[in-house]
């Protein structure tokens, strides 16, 4: 099972970004997926995780009403809309699928099996 992270980049603050994380291995089908970020310094942090068959979808409360996380079943991708972002919003972003996690635990990355290899986003202020 391999996770292929895209659409980091460079924006100025209020600013957006979209990015995406592609599941391949025909076999796995994962239940939840899920966006974390690492700035510099910091220990990662759980930003955004949406169940798979509901598209039931949580928030870490800095990005609510910012940033919006979807899912095409069909092609096993996640996004992530970011908007109006802020220079803290810079960071390694990584995507993450789970099986079988349960809702008090979605937002810990220890419920995750599978992560990408990250994609850096960079806020201008």
């Known amino acids: 099972v391999q996770l292929q992270a895209s659409g980091g980049g460079l924006a100025q603050a209020g600013g957006s970004l979209r990015l995406s994380c592609a599941v391949s291995?025909?076999?796995?089908?994962?239940?939840?997926m899920g966006w974390f970020r690492q700035a510099p310094g910091k220990e990662r942090e759980f930003v955004a995780a949406?169940?798979?068959?509901?598209?039931?979808?949580y928030y870490t409360d800095s990005v609510k009403a910012r940033f919006t996380i979807s899912r095409d079943n069909a092609k096993k991708t996640v996004y992530l809309q970011m908007k109006s972002l802020k220079a803290e919003d810079s960071a390694v972003y990584f995507c993450?699928?789970?099986?079988?996690?349960?809702?008090?635990?979605?937002?810990?990355?220890?419920?995750?099996?599978?992560w990408g290899q990250g994609t850096q986003v960079t806020v201008s202020s």
């Open positions: 993450a699928a789970a099986q079988g996690v349960i809702t008090s635990t979605i937002g810990t990355d220890s419920a995750y099996s599978y």
């Open positions: 291995g025909r076999t796995y089908s994962p239940n939840a």
């Open positions: 949406i169940r798979m068959n509901s598209g039931s979808a």
